[in-house]
Every structure is written in C-alpha cells, then in structure tokens.
C-alpha cells in the first residue's frame, strides 16, 4: 500500500520524487507523476486512512508495482497562495497609505505657509485709528490668492477620502480670511474704484509737482526727451490685472507698441509663456486700455503652425523666453531653440528671421528673474536694443543697438555685469539700467551702463514689487512707464527723473 501525500514537505517523513524503484520483492516500484510527492508507509496491502490508499500487484519478478495517478491536492496549496497574495496586497496598500500621509504633511505645510502669508497682507490691510487703508490698494491678487488656497484645501479633502481636523480648521480659516478680504473691498470701494479710475490723472500731477520743485529744478518737456540726468525713483506698482491665461502662466511680457513712430501707440499686447516659462506659442493684442482691462475684442495670433495633414505643430516661429517686445507694429522676441532673433509683423504675419552673431541660448545665460531668457529686447528714446550674452565674454551682458529693418547689431557694448547676476533689465535714453532682488517684495536697481560714455555706475533705487517672480521689464518711452510682467500679472509703474 502506497499513500499519497500532496505537499512539498512532511516532517519526520521519508519523500521520494519521479521514480522511484526498489529490486526486493517486498518494496513496491511506485510510479509517479514527476514533479509530486510520494511517500511509500507500507507494503502491497491497502490500507484505509484519510491519505489516499492504492494497492499493489505482485510481478513475475516477483515485485510489488503500483501505477499513481494523483488527484487533486490534499494540501490546501490554493489557499496557501490566496494568503501569500493578500498579505503582498496588503503591504503594498500600507505602503501606499504611507507615502499618502506623507504628501498630506507637505500639502499641510504648504498651505501653512501660504496661509501664514495671506494673514499678515491681509492684517496689513487693515484700517487702524493711526494708519488708514491705503488709496492704492488692489484686493484682485489677494482674491486670487485665497480661490486657489480653497481649491487647495478642497482638493485634500478629497483626496483624504473623510473627514480631518487639521484640514477642516485650515478650511475655516481659509474661509474666515476670504471673508475679511471681502469686508476690506466693501469697506474701501468707493477709494478703490475712485484711485483705478483717477490713477493716471493723479500720477502726473505728482510728475509735474516734483518737476516743478526745488528738489527737482525741473522745466516742462515733452515725452522723447533725455534732458534728465537719469532715473530718481521708481513709483509704488500698479496691478492692472491677471493675465487672459491665468495663474499657471507665471512668466511672459506685456506693454504697448514702444516705437517712437508707431501709429499704434495706443495698443496693448499681453504675451504669457506657456506654463513650463519657456515657449511663446500665442499673444493677445488690444486696440485699447478699456478693451484689455476687461478682456474685450482681443486679437490672438497663433506664432506655431499645424504641419499638414498631422496633428503635430511646427515651432519654428515661436518663441522662448520674456524679452519679447512690440516695436512699430511687429514683436521681436527670441526664435524658439535658436540664438536667431523673430520680427512677426502683426497685420501681414509674416516672419522674418536673422542669426545674432555669438549670443549664446537655451537658457545658457537667461535673467535670474526667468529661465530661458537669454536675448532680450528694449525700447527706448534712442531707438531699438538687444540685451544677451556670449561664451567669449563669460555671461557679461553685451548692449547692441539695433537695426529694425535689416535685424543686423549696428554696435555692441560689452559691460563688466555677469547677466546671471541680475533679475532683468530694461533701457531709457541710451542707458542699461539692471536690477537686483532684496526681498521677496523689493528689487533694487543697482547697475546701470552707458552707451554714449562707456561708463558704468553701481546705484540703488528701491522699486516696490507685489509678487516675487519677475517675468520682464519693458519701458515704453512714448508715456515715460515700465510695464513688469510680476508672476502673471500686468503691472506698471511711473518713473521719475533727475533734472
């Protein structure tokens, strides 16, 4: 008798595998399917138990010899298994779990610190008896500010799959701070509406109050001029608005036609990155101040082009970077993947292209304010500027002065300022003025390069900033303004000069 045991291993228990064969009459030749068990307990009789018994049949050699064919398993080995694969689930949903809590932790931080930030602005909103609200106030970015805390907020607590204290109190607070923004915009609406609407007017009166005092010892001149000595201050900045893409596009340019001669002086273009901050695929113009405050009629022209019968795009046309500007009715900008420098003419749409000799790109020497800005364009009373850099001269920046037609550098100026080392940089009457950050809400410009003398000067004039990034500078000598493109949103600023 021959029992059977299906398992792979039966302590105190002598197993046999594949064939198995003894030559005395009293032990049994037992065939097995390879690769399973036999266990031989007893000899050609049968014998009932719970294992399987077979009984043997006695040779002409006299030999006892049992055919086994097996049966399904004895031992459980399906369930064995089944238990293996849930205790692998389940460590590996603990696993899961694990690096859940910890993205819950750095999502609570986070929102911490941005919570931190938007309760101290906000307790600097707040009228007091010795310090009213201020005129200039603008509540937009505060507002933006607290819709994507609440997203934020809503998100984990979806995420999370129930309910928690810690986020449900940060809900609240989010909650209680929205409302105290709103209070402050019903408190001062009337003062906020008043200083949007009169915020030009009032700005130069003051212009023409300083011009006119002794500080100053100013007399009367017309926009175009460079009969100053240079900038003397910056004013506080102006948030016109969000940009027509949103939030997620950080960085890019904006302004107006800054040529002298334009006839389209009054336009507005407003030209965000996409969201990596590299390519400028697409561009809104406005055909006035009214139409770009509330988005209306805007033209959009499309820098890529549909390849043919693909559904790909070619990019050859677009372009990288912040340093774009719109010069007598064409952009300039820097042509995407290349050290090429891309006049698009806005009415004919054509694009004309010209190789800037040496200037280095792909973000080799950008701004510190922006990757990927490494050729840079400027207006000014003097005509057109390119702002870049190259390998000879280690990342200094160079100044060259542009032709418009030809797109050819006429004359280059090398200067001692590594361009890594400024935030951005813009021209007024010939000089390079660059910037510096000193705080997450204050740049200093600290360097400026003249053209006509050759001569740098270290300086410090504080400039205000209401968001830390700084996409571009762009000055428009047609209005005497700087246009900062501030971590997606459009904002201007007055600048003052030394007479």
């Not at 003894?22 to 307990?41: D, N």
């Not at 049949?57 to 694969?85: G, H, R």
């Not at 273009?269 to 809104?284: Q, S």
């Not at 005509?383 to 280690?394: H, M, S």
């Amino acid at each position: 008798m021959v029992k059977i045991y299906n398992t792979k291993k039966i302590s105190s228990l002598r197993v046999f595998t594949g064939l198995v064969a003894y030559s005395t009459p009293q032990i049994m030749k037992a065939l097995v399917t390879p690769g399973l068990y036999c266990v031989v307990t007893q000899l050609c009789s049968t014998v009932k138990e719970a294992a399987k018994t077979v009984t043997g049949v006695v040779n002409k050699n006299n030999q006892c010899v049992c055919n086994v064919v097996m049966s399904d398993y004895i031992f459980p080995v399906d369930k064995l298994e089944a238990v293996e694969n849930t205790t692998h689930s389940l460590n590996t949903s603990v696993m899961l779990e694990m690096e859940k809590l910890k993205d819950y932790e750095n999502k609570l931080m986070v929102l911490k610190e941005q919570l931190e930030n938007v309760t101290w602005k906000v307790d600097q909103l707040k009228p007091t008896t010795d310090m009213p609200l201020p005129s200039n106030v603008s509540f937009e970015f505060l507002e933006v500010e607290m819709k994507q805390l609440e997203v934020l907020v809503q998100e984990l607590q979806s995420s999370m799959n129930g309910s928690n204290s810690n986020v449900d109190d940060i809900y609240k607070e989010v909650q209680n701070i929205s409302k105290t923004v709103n209070e402050l915009e019903a408190f001062d609406k009337n003062n906020i509406l008043a200083t949007h609407r009169e915020i030009d007017t009032l700005r130069k009166r003051l212009k023409e109050c300083r011009r006119n005092s002794s500080y100053l010892n100013a007399q009367e001149h017309k926009y175009g001029m460079c009969d100053h000595k240079g900038i003397a201050s910056i004013s506080s900045p102006t948030i016109v608005q969000l940009n027509w893409r949103g939030p997620e596009n950080r960085h890019g340019a904006w302004g107006k036609d800054s040529s002298m001669n334009s006839s389209m002086k009054n336009m507005y273009w407003v030209a965000p990155l996409e969201a990596d901050g590299r390519m400028l695929d697409t561009f809104h113009t406005y055909r006035s101040y009214k139409d770009l405050t509330l988005f209306r009629n805007p033209t959009e022209k499309q820098l890529s082009e549909l390849i043919n019968g693909t559904s790909r795009w070619n990019h050859t046309n677009s372009g990288q970077g912040g340093g774009m500007i719109v010069h007598n009715n064409c952009m300039l900008y820097n042509c995407f993947n290349s050290n090429k420098i891309c006049k698009y003419n806005l009415e004919t749409k054509q694009v004309t292209r010209k190789v800037l000799p040496n200037a280095v790109f792909n973000n080799r020497f950008p701004y510190s304010g922006g990757s990927f800005q490494d050729v840079d364009f400027a207006d000014d009373e003097k005509g057109l500027w390119v702002i870049y850099a190259t390998e000879k001269n280690r990342g200094n920046i160079i100044i060259g002065k542009l032709n418009f037609t030809t797109l050819s550098v006429q004359r280059n100026w090398i200067t001692s300022q590594y361009k890594l080392g400024v935030t951005n940089a813009f021209m007024v009457c010939g000089v390079l003025y660059a910037t510096r950050p000193v705080s997450t809400h204050k740049e200093e410009i600290f360097y400026k390069y003249d053209t006509k003398t050759g001569k740098d000067e270290k300086v410090s004039i504080i400039m205000e900033k209401m968001m830390e990034t700084v996409g571009s500078m762009n000055y428009n000598p047609n209005d005497q303004m700087l246009y900062m493109y501030n971590n997606g949103y459009e904002t201007v600023y007055h600048i003052d000069f030394k007479y």
